[in-house]
């Protein structure tokens, strides 16, 4: 059990920390997405060279490697060992190891774990993320808001250890976002679609 727990955080942390969001914007000519926005290799800064195309291939990828670890280590290992290479992925998002540690803020990651663990939840995120995003035209207040309702479901329909292991990871897309918060607060956060120079927001 100890060996099938390390190997699927390990794969998990592998396939997460596949940054997207770099590959495709250099591939689609848009340079260094580090270089401009946020400066981190998330949706929401490459949506901000105006590459529509490259942003839906970024949610993808970072979406689905998530959901990946999942599943691979589901069938391989059981249990909960889907869970916890999701949550592994989530972390191997944020800190890459081939980016020095810094990568994206992971919510698309977050949502392709709850596809692979439970999937009727992660359309509710999508549900809820669409109707905030609809109203305030902030991502980061939307995924806030969903990434609240998710681990709530997952309470009352899922075991608890799916539970626990979301909830910890809605604390750290908090915590990822206190900068966002801070300026959702002040009414300086960016908007979906809206460009932005220089690195700082997002």
């Not at 848009?30 to 970024?58: F, H, Q």
């Not at 207040?141 to 709530?152: G, M, N």
Request: charged share 10%; no cysteine.
């Amino acid at each position: 059990m100890p060996l099938a727990i390390l190997s699927s955080i390990g794969l998990g942390y592998l396939l997460g920390s596949i940054p997207f969001g770099l590959i495709v914007t250099r591939l689609g000519g848009g340079g260094d997405i580090r270089a401009i926005g946020s400066g981190n290799i998330g949706t929401t800064n490459v949506l901000r060279t105006g590459r529509k195309e490259l942003a839906a291939l970024t949610l993808l990828g970072d979406m689905l490697k998530a959901t990946a670890a999942v599943l691979l280590a589901d069938w391989l290992w059981g249990g909960q060992a889907g869970v916890l290479a999701g949550a592994a992925a989530f972390i191997g998002h944020v800190f890459p190891v081939w980016l020095r540690f810094k990568g994206g803020k992971g919510v698309a990651t977050y949502v392709g774990g709850l596809l692979g663990a439970a999937w009727p939840v992660a359309l509710a995120f999508a549900g809820v993320w669409i109707a905030v995003a609809l109203v305030t035209r902030y991502s980061s207040a939307s995924a806030l808001v969903a990434s609240l309702v998710a681990p709530a479901l997952l309470a009352i329909w899922w075991p608890a250890e799916t539970a626990v292991v979301f909830t910890v990871l809605t604390a750290l897309l908090w915590a990822l976002h206190r900068d966002n918060i801070s300026r959702l607060l002040a009414g300086e956060e960016s908007r979906i679609g809206q460009r932005s120079a220089a690195p700082g927001r997002g």
